[in-house]
């Protein structure tokens, strides 16, 4: 196990709902991110939290909200949502204070379906 | 901003022979290109990587070479097996403050034919 877990792994959801999606690291991390996985731009950097800060936003609507209540938790918060937002969304951590890599830990991804 | 190149985009090779994957890169100011492997349905997984105080990188059948004057970077799979079929991800950054700002190609799906 990489010790990143992400829930829901499935969500279906309509234009007009709300919905967020979790994500959790146990490896003692100081930086999360999230990254969209689709067929047309595979592994698209969305949103980049190192300490618990958001140092990056790759120009993501708004209707995409990034949560990062803590250095071990990260959400991701959809609102008014379009079908083209459909794709598999892959939460990521890694360490760099120290450390010799930046390797990236992914989760398993939510699969997202919006109608 | 950055824009990583990877070619091809599809790879089929026999069982035993060899693969290599190209990527190019745009920023000369960025100094980590990593490797990672995606299993189908399965989370990229880091293979291996190399920074740019590098020229090569082997680690048992995989390799990476980095040439920063052209600005792009290979990967290198010798005596394939069925089971490095996956689609591989080069990626190119700059690390900014202790995080990572990776930015990925478009990814090669390798097929190893037994």
């Known amino acids: 196990e990489t010790g990143v877990t992400q829930t829901p792994r499935h969500l279906v959801m309509g234009m007009t709902n709300k919905k967020s999606l979790k994500c959790e690291q146990h490896?003692?991390?100081?930086?999360m991110y999230w990254y969209k996985q689709s067929a047309k731009k595979p592994l698209e950097l969305m949103f980049v939290?190192?300490?618990?800060?958001?140092?990056e936003n790759n120009s993501v609507p708004s209707r995409f909200s990034p949560e990062c209540p803590n250095s071990s938790h990260l959400f991701l918060h959809l609102h008014t949502l379009q079908p083209e937002d459909s794709a598999l969304y892959l939460c990521a951590s890694s360490q760099r204070a120290g450390g010799d890599t930046g390797e990236l830990f992914f989760g398993e991804g939510s699969r997202l379906t919006v109608l | 901003g950055e824009n990583v190149e990877q070619h091809p985009s599809t790879l089929s090779v026999q069982e035993g022979d060899s693969a290599v994957i190209k990527c190019t890169y745009s920023d000369s100011a960025s100094n980590y290109f990593p490797w990672y492997k995606q299993e189908l349905g399965k989370r990229p997984q880091l293979i291996i990587d190399?920074?740019?105080?590098?020229g090569e990188k082997k680690d048992q059948r995989i390799a990476v070479t980095l040439n920063k004057t052209a600005k792009h970077f290979s990967l290198h799979i010798t005596e394939t097996q069925p089971e490095d079929s996956a689609v591989y991800f080069c990626a190119a950054s700059q690390t900014q403050g202790g995080s990572e700002k990776l930015v990925f190609g478009k990814g090669t799906k390798l097929t190893v034919n037994p």
């Open positions: 190399i920074r740019s105080n590098v």
């Open positions: 490896l003692g991390h100081n930086a």
């Open positions: 939290y190192n300490f618990k800060e958001q140092t």
